[in-house]
């Protein structure tokens, strides 16, 4: 019973890691960049809605909503002024830039919003389902967080794969040149990526801070990378791979925090995202890409 | 006797070399007169530190151009290391700069070897890949030294992980205690072994990249397949900048931790990592001489922006965004261009009307 609940809350969090690393993997399939601040974006979604909900009582749905759209907004802006810029720079001083994107938005909202804690109320009312005779409780946020993660890959790959908007992302990641002879209109495209990332980022935020209630300026930092990492664990750029990775990094930490040691989960986590990556160079779904001379 | 005219790359590294012994002595001189103020003086080690770390990761991102985002892992075995190494021979040894030189080259060897394990697996994956690697390998270092207590007593140096289980006899002494780092440590390390550390980094790094081994290393940084097919063995060449590079880094870190009284492990993360990548690149790409500028300078900065007080960090961020767009961006790069331009032409016209 005891592994079935660890099992639970490890899909749960890895629901969130998920989410988030969806963001990443969709930016790096079409810009081809790691895109440092989205852990950022994630704190900034958290702040939104707990000045929506705790200082204006506004409803948590109104709340959710409010940080999809600013979060939204502040994706296109970055966007628009540090990646468009840079389009055609090397990889890695759009990775700086992405970096001092990152640091911009910590000490922003330290300035903002304070660098002390705050204590973030969850906007799932407390509660849980009891299953054999209360053996196993699951909490209310728990099975919220899980079904939203599933509407959310079963969304975006309808997205990907039927509509037009979504072809033209594919086209976009195959081959940008060619994409734009077709006539489709890249930039926007690219900018249409970071802006669903970014909501994603804010729906992350709020049911990250839900589950872990503290909310400052470093919040998004940690579940960032592990996202990243998650992203990359499933094969960075493909869809399916971030959700794989996102649920198996989840579950994996919840069961290292629980049978082997609290203090190494972390070191746990990426000594197998070390051997996975070994055994598998391009994640476990990513595509082999054979060099040709 | 004919004087040959000196090559290019040796022109370009004794420039170097003169630049670190001018800014050397320039701040020999002013501390000397006392025209330093204790907050540039209190920086001038980290400086020497930072500037080794930049150009050891210019040697693994630039030279041999894979993207590590975890050099302060390998800093941070060396730092404990070498706080191990020190603690230990402060009790046998009188002269500190022993100590520190013992302790530097214990630190490098523990963090050249962290550089084997890490490097056999890790260099046959490539870009995106081995970045995240390198990366998860920093937080597992962390974690490690977080969860790591040594001490010594009469019975010698005593470890033990996750608890604290020593117990330490009579004049015992704990060296490292978790999370809570290193505590207490006897400050030796001092800007002219900082100095010496920057010199001897620069010339293994330039021997290194104008040997044989080194056009190698280039040769698989432009085009792996290309110097794989003439036998070039890719995996003994990037290890061997990767090592070399790592055992740089464990050095620099202990003369880094040398100079506080107290560490912890969480000084060396994935931001330290991500501030010395911004120096490599903002310096560029194999340049060494551009790194150490790019260090020193962007060390100093932020102690510099103090006047700013809160906002310090914030414009460090801009900075940074603006530096990237003016130096990558072809249309700003162009105006800057341009700029620079009129006003050579200006400051030329100007010179003329006046001659």
Known sequence: MLFLSYLI???????????????????YGIAKMLNFAHGDVIMVGGYICFFACSYYGLHPLVGIVMAMVVCTVLGILIDRFAYKP???????????????????????????????????????????????????????????????????????????????????????????????????????????????????????????????????????MMPG?????????????SIPGALVGGLLLGIIEIFAKAYLSTQFSDAIVFAVLIIVLLVKPTGLLGKKINEKV | MKQAKMNRTTRSNLITYLMVIAFFVIFQ????????????????????????????????VGVSGELSL???????????????????????MESETLVLLIAMIIGGIVAAAAGVIVGVPILRLSGDYLAIVTLAFGQIIKSIVENLYVGYDANGLQFSMVKNTLELGEGGKMLITGPMGANG??????????????????????????????????????????????????????????????????????????NFTTVVASKFDFNTSILILVFVVLGGLGNMRGSIIAAALLT??????????DYRMLVYAIFLILMMLATNNPKLKGFLQSISAKIKGAVGK??????
């Open chain 2, 185 to 258: 440590m006897a400050t030796i390390s001092t800007f002219t072994m900082g100095f010496v550390l920057i010199m001897v980094c620069l010339f293994v790094i330039f021997n290194l990249v104008n040997s044989k081994s080194g056009r190698a290393i280039m040769a698989l940084r432009d085009n792996k397949i290309a110097a794989q097919s003439v036998g070039i063995s890719s995996s003994k060449y990037k290890l061997l900048a990767f090592v070399v590079s790592a055992a740089m880094a464990g050095m620099a870190g202990v003369l880094f931790a040398l």
């Open chain 2, 300 to 309: 100093v900065l932020p102690e510099l922006l103090r006047s700013f007080a």
């Open chain 1, 86 to 220: 840079l389009r055609q720079a090397p990889a890695l001083a759009v990775l700086i830039t992405a970096i001092g994107m990152s640091y911009f938005l910590q000490n922003s909202a330290q300035l903002l919003w304070g660098s002390g804690s705050r204590v973030f109320s969850s906007v799932i009312g407390k509660g849980s389902f009891s299953f054999f005779d209360g053996q196993l409780t699951i909490n209310y946020l728990t099975v919220v967080t899980i079904v939203v993660c599933i509407v959310i890959m079963v969304g975006l790959v309808w997205f990907i794969n039927q509509t037009k908007r979504g072809k033209a992302m594919r086209a976009c990641s195959e081959d940008k040149g060619a994409a734009q002879l077709m006539g489709i209109n890249v930039d926007n495209t690219i900018s249409l990526t970071f802006a669903i990332g970014s909501a994603l980022a804010a729906i992350a935020g709020v049911l990250l801070c839900s589950a872990y209630p503290l909310l400052n300026p470093t919040t998004g």
């Open chain 2, 29 to 60: 001189i002013l501390i000397a007169t006392g025209n330093v103020s204790s907050l540039l003086k209190g920086q001038l080690v980290p400086i020497c530190a930072y500037v080794v770390m930049a150009i050891s990761l210019n040697l693994v």
């Open chain 1, 225 to 237: 990378i592990k996202a990243f990492t998650a992203a990359v664990f499933g094969g960075i750029g």
């Open chain 2, 70 to 92: 975890g050099h302060a892992g390998f800093m941070s075995a060396g730092a404990f290391s070498g706080i191990v190494a020190a603690g230990y021979l402060q009790t046998m």
């Open chain 2, 350 to 355: 100007g010179g003329e009307a006046n001659g």
């Open chain 1, 9 to 27: 809350s490890g899909i749960s969090l890895g629901s969130i890691y998920a989410i988030i690393a969806l963001g990443y993997t969709m930016v």
